[in-house]
């Protein structure tokens, strides 16, 4: 090998300078490269002459819902009761299931369990009792948790974990909703018939940095809260005692066999004669078919009592006035009052295919009203919301209650339709299909591309049935608001076309309040304000939570030189559906009312 010159050692020297700082480098990105502090992925492994220690575990990855926002209100206070919860709950929690924290990561933390159902159970119950905690907190001020749980193939370092494993449970823990649990299709499996939760099935999901597709399913915050408490300790199969419990168990399920027997001796017919009816199979059950089962008083309180019947009996009544409905009667749900109910076969027995369920709660001066909407034919949670009022107005705060739930209910199940008829007849819908997916699509938001789409699939809808009140209805709302906000090629034909397409409607059916609604709209692009105003009037005697014909009431009125009275009806459309996708476009009429006014900061505010 030659000799080098003085220069060339320099240059040499230089270069491997370089090149261990470019391996440093390297080693110090891989080994800053984190989720939350959780490291990333297999490129992080030691080298290859290096042990690599791996094992199969559950990982429980949390997080607080809105942390920013909640230390921005109100720094020390967050820090004191995120400290509180641990000290108090979360912690003694993972332990009593033989837990181990990983990490923590200021709002989150990463925790191990050598068991699926250990972190499932720990999760419910730390989710569950959070719920408990926060009754008497303004929700503003609530920590809620979220929480992702996956099991997989991770790598041990130093008493850390990472790999695909930990983003995966990172992943699902954004995916869940606060005071929610998310879990994968591998935990999912693992825990079935272990434990009795029914999650809510989400599909598949590609999520960033994950290379496959995740089996994702979801436990709300409500379903949470409604779940039995599990026994405590480990499972009742391990215990001295497990075998005087099976005989137990035996012995209980032959009384009920026996009972059963005497039940069809006594009445002459079995409910399975009942059951299997031709008009309960799957098939021809209703689309929008539901029962609203009675509220339940959580609070042992006689005036919430009356307050939680009278949601059951007018949310009954205000459902049966969705088009195409079909609502179980109310004397008939007051049969299942304090009894408890398996939602499959209840739906089964009635021929629905929804169930509404809810309780009442009592929090200080507050009344707290937890609804959930269950699908009957999977017993899955489809969507559940909480309401909250002052008990010293609890008539009102029925009104807002029934008219809110009314509404998103209607939004949901035509959601819910949606999604079963492009699962289950995805290449030959019918019209009513194709009617379900276009007020899916107008429910999405105010888009062009959302609008356009809906057009669309109405229109085909009614190349199946032209008569379909449901397309009718549809088709001309989606035309009359191309048409209003100038999205249409052709506004001149598509406003003539929603014309001809609402006045069939309401020759179908005469008291259709969205096509009443609809004809208002088109009186309003004609500037005939009275004659939309009495059209607006008609649509809401006939559906009294039709929230969108209050506001454009109150625009309507503007637009007539009497902007003092907008503010009412708009203000009601709000209390009616305060998370409508419309609400902005309600926000907006009330700042063009003050701006009739001469009040700028009021409109601008």
Same mark, same amino acid.
């Given at each position: ?7 060339? &050692? ?16 390297? &080693?110090? *990105? ?10 990333? %992925?297999?490129?992080? !492994? ?35 009761? @995120? ?30 369990? /050598?068991?699926?159902?250990?972190? +499932?159970?720990?999760?419910?119950? +730390? ?13 503003? $001020? ?26 995966? !449970? ?10 929610? =649990? ?8 693992? *825990? ?15 999520? $960033? ?61 079995? !409910?399975? &004669? ?23 008083? #959580? ?37 299942? $009052? ?28 507050? *009344? ?5 909407? +269950? ?95 449901? /397309? ?6 989606? @035309? ?39 004809? %208002?709209? =088109?009186?309003?692009?004609? $500037? ?22 209050? /506001? ?13 009275? /907008? ?14 996708? @419309? ?17 700028? #900061?009021?409109?601008?505010?």
């Amino acid at each position: 090998m030659p000799l080098l010159t003085q220069s060339g &050692h320099q240059s040499r020297c230089a270069r491997l300078r370089s090149r261990a700082g470019l391996l440093i480098s390297i &080693h110090a *990105v891989l080994a800053s490269r984190c989720y939350d502090g959780a490291r990333l %992925g297999p490129s992080e !492994a030691p080298l290859a002459t290096e042990r690599v220690d791996r094992r199969l575990t559950a990982i429980l990855a949390a997080d607080v819902a809105g942390y920013s926002r909640l230390m921005g209100m109100d720094e020390e206070g967050t820090l004191a009761q @995120l400290k509180a919860h641990r000290r108090a709950l979360v912690d003694p929690k993972i332990t009593e299931h033989r837990g181990r924290i990983v990490k923590t990561t200021g709002d989150g933390m990463l925790v191990e369990f /050598a068991s699926v159902v250990d972190a +499932v159970r720990c999760a419910v119950e +730390v989710q569950r009792s959070m719920a408990e905690r926060n009754a008497e907190v303004p929700h503003d $001020k609530c920590i809620e948790f979220r929480v992702g749980i996956h099991q997989g193939d991770v790598i041990i370092e130093g008493g850390d974990i990472f790999g695909d494993g930990v983003n995966v !449970a990172a992943r699902l823990e954004g995916f869940a909703e606060p005071g929610g =649990i998310c879990v994968s299709g591998r935990v999912h499996e693992d *825990v079935q018939g272990k434990l009795d939760i029914c999650f809510e099935d989400a599909g598949e999901h590609q999520f $960033k940095n994950i290379a496959r597709p995740v089996h994702v399913l979801t436990l709300p915050a409500a379903a949470v809260a409604n779940l039995p408490a599990f026994s405590r300790g480990r499972d009742s199969s391990s215990s001295p005692l497990s075998g005087w419990r099976i005989w137990a168990s035996a012995a209980l399920a032959l009384l009920f066999v026996l009972a059963g027997i005497a039940t069809w001796w006594l009445r002459g017919e079995t !409910a399975d &004669h009942r059951l299997s009816s031709p008009a309960t199979t799957a098939e021809t059950v209703p689309r929008l078919s539901i029962l609203v089962l009675p509220f339940e008083n #959580l609070s042992h309180d006689p005036d919430q009592e009356y307050f939680a019947d009278g949601i059951t009996q007018d949310l009954t009544t205000d459902l049966s006035r969705i088009p195409d409905s079909f609502v179980i009667a109310v004397n008939t749900a007051l049969t299942f $009052k304090s009894k408890p109910v398996d939602v499959k076969q209840i739906g089964h027995e009635l021929g629905v295919r929804y169930i509404l369920e809810g309780s009442v709660q009592r929090t200080g001066d507050q *009344v707290r009203v937890n609804a959930q909407l +269950v699908d009957a034919q999977t017993g899955a949670h489809l969507w559940a919301d909480r309401f909250d009022g002052d008990r010293s107005r609890l008539g009102q705060l029925q009104d807002e209650v029934t008219a809110r739930l009314s509404r998103t209910l209607d939004v949901q199940l035509t959601e819910a339709e949606s999604l079963r008829a492009e699962r289950e007849r995805p290449k030959n819908p019918d019209a009513v299909d194709l009617a379900m997916r276009g007020w899916a699509s107008l429910n999405h938001g105010r888009s062009r591309e959302n609008y356009t789409e809906a057009r669309d699939l109405f229109e085909a809808a009614l190349r199946i049935d032209r008569q379909l009140p449901r /397309a009718l209805d549809g088709l001309a709302y989606a @035309l009359i608001h191309l048409v209003r906000v100038q999205w249409s090629v052709a506004p001149d034909q598509d406003l003539a076309r929603a014309d001809e397409v609402v006045a069939t409607a309401l020759q179908i059916r005469p008291n259709d309040a969205i096509a009443h609604m609809i004809k %208002g709209y =088109i009186f309003l692009y004609q $500037k005939r304000f009275e004659d939309a105003i009495a059209a607006f009037e008609v649509a809401i005697a006939n559906g009294r939570n039709l929230a969108e014909a209050y /506001a454009i009431i109150g625009n309507t009125n503007t637009l007539r030189g009497h902007a003092d009275e /907008a503010f009412a009806p708009i203000e009601t459309a709000i209390r009616l559906s305060p998370r409508d996708p @419309l609400l902005n476009i309600w926000l907006y009429y009330m700042g063009h009312a003050y701006t009739h006014l001469g009040q700028d #900061l009021k409109a601008i505010e």
